[in-house]
C-alpha cells in the first residue's frame, strides 16, 4: 500500500501551532485514545518551533546482511528515492524500532529534506553527523545520535504506508504536532474535532492560569467546577 498524500489545511496548520502537545494529549485522552505520544521522539535542537504537518511515513524492519549494505543506498526502494517522494510541507515519520546505534538519516539527506519543503523529521530512531543535521536547520524530533550507518542495524523497506513510531500506530495523512514535549499523533479522522476541542482547552486553561496568577486555590478550579465553569462562560463569550 502507498498512500497519495493530502496537504494540510494552512489554517488548521496554524491554529495547531498555537496548541502545545500537552493540550493534545488531555483532548485525545477525553475521546478515548491514550496511545498517542511517539515515545523516544525528542527535539534535537532546543528551541526548535512547534510545527504541524500530515505525515508522510517510512518504515525500517531489523538489517539482514544480504539487504541492508551500502549498495542499498541506491536501490529503487531506499531513503533516497523517498525523500524525493516528499511533499512541501509534510512531517517525515520514521519507523527506525527504536534503534539507538545506526544513524538513519545524516547531513546530506536532511540538507535534501529541508530543499524539498519538509516540515519536520519525526523517529524513534537516531540520525547520524550531528553537526551537519544541526547546520541544515531542518526541525529534527529523534531518539539521539550516532555515528554508524543505518544499514548496520536497520533494512529499509517502504514509505507511505502505516508504520508504528514510538509505539504509536501511525497511518500515512495522519496529522503531526511537535514541540518542546515531543510528538502527539491525530488521527485523520478525528482531525476537525480535535482542532475545535484543543482551541478551547486552550482557552480554558490559559483562563485558569490567571486564575491561579490571581491567587484562587485549584480544587474546583481545575478542572472547574459549575461556579467556575460558568465564571469562565463570562469571560470566554466575547472571544469565541
Known amino acids: 500500500m502507498s498512500a497519495d498524500y493530502i496537504p494540510l489545511d494552512p489554517e488548521i496548520a496554524r491554529v495547531l501551532c498555537g496548541v502545545a502537545t500537552a493540550t493534545l494529549t488531555t483532548v485525545l485522552l477525553k475521546k478515548g485514545l491514550r496511545n498517542v505520544w ?17 505525515a508522510f511515513t517510512l518504515r525500517f524492519v531489523p538489517a539482514r546482511e544480504d539487504l541492508a549494505t551500502p549498495a542499498s543506498w541506491g536501490a529503487p526502494i531506499s531513503t ?41 523529521l519525526v523517529t524513534d530512531g537516531v540520525v547520524r553527523d550531528v553537526d551537519g543535521v544541526l547546520g541544515t536547520q531542518l526541525n529534527v524530533w529523534c531518539n539521539g545520535v550516532a555515528a554508524p550507518a543505518s544499514v ?23 496529522v503531526i504536532v511537535v514541540d518542546s514535549d515531543g510528538a502527539v499523533l491525530i488521527p485523520a479522522a478525528l482531525l476537525d474535532d480535535v482542532v475545535e476541542a484543543a ?19 485549584l480544587p474546583g478550579l ?13 469571560w470566554a463569550r466575547p472571544l469565541r
Request: proline share 7%.
Open 80 to 120: 533516497r528515492a523517498a525523500i524525493e517522494a516528499m511533499p512541501d510541507g509534510c512531517i517525515a515519520v520514521v519507523d527506525a524500532l527504536g534503534v539507538d546505534d545506526a544513524g538513519i538519516f545524516g547531513d546530506i539527506l536532511c540538507a535534501r529534506m529541508k530543499k524539498r519543503g519538509v516540515t519536520a
Open 199 to 217: 482551541v478551547e482547552q486552550e482557552r480554558l486553561e490559559g483562563w485558569i492560569m490567571t486564575q491561579v496568577d490571581a491567587g484562587l486555590p
Open 152 to 174: 548496520t542495524g536497520l533494512t529499509f523497506v517502504g514509505w507511505q504506508e502505516p508504520i508504528s513510531c514510538g509505539g504509536v500506530a501511525v497511518f500515512p495523512n495522519d
Open 38 to 54: 511517539l515515545r523516544g521522539s525528542k527535539p534535537l535542537r532546543a528551541g526548535q518551533p512547534r510545527v504541524a504537518g500530515r
Open 222 to 234: 481545575y478542572p472547574p467546577n459549575e461556579e467556575n465553569k460558568a465564571r469562565y462562560e463570562t
